[in-house]
């Protein structure tokens, strides 16, 4: 760590009282309790959507979407809900306990049926690729251009990535 860094380290700690480590684990722990439906209606139905400065540490959280952070999130949903935050009708809406329990079972449903789609399309490709054989991944490309009407109509095979 440079000393500049060292120094914003410090500067930071002295400003929020807490060490970055435990900021860190803090927030992040915080952001994945975004993808529960049900701690949002909580949020809600005590009115801190409705604090200025509740939205904008919501707004600061979005840190979180970059690779360097989202890796350390186990529920990526949180990400999801964190970027539904932003807007103004969602933060109402959670309010809503029947609009919560749709939320709710849409991620349920989405769970539960996320990994069979995803083997189900893999088995799909797998078999299309087996039907077209040796020709997978080839296309043809018709090209035009001035001369003869034979070299107008010349088709050129190309893998496709080149």
Request: glycine share 4%.
């Amino acid at each position: 760590m440079s000393p500049a860094s060292r120094e914003e380290a410090r500067a930071a700690e002295a400003a929020t009282g807490t060490s970055q480590a435990l900021r860190f684990a803090l927030e992040l722990e915080f952001v994945m309790a975004l993808a529960n439906p049900r701690y949002l209606h909580h949020l809600a139905a005590n009115k801190y959507f409705d604090d200025p400065a509740f939205v904008a540490y919501l707004a600061y959280l979005r840190y979180w979407e970059a690779p360097a952070y989202a890796k350390f999130l186990h529920y990526p949903h949180a990400l999801y809900f964190l970027d539904q935050l932003q807007r103004p009708e969602f933060r109402r809406a959670m309010a809503n306990p029947r609009a919560v329990e749709h939320v709710f079972s849409q991620q349920f449903f989405f769970w539960q049926t996320f990994r069979t789609n995803q083997l189900a399309l893999q088995q799909q490709q797998q078999q299309q690729q087996q039907q077209l054989g040796p020709l997978a991944g080839v296309e043809m490309k018709q090209e035009t251009g001035e001369g003869d009407e034979a070299r107008e109509r010349q088709l050129t095979v190309g893998i496709a990535g080149d």
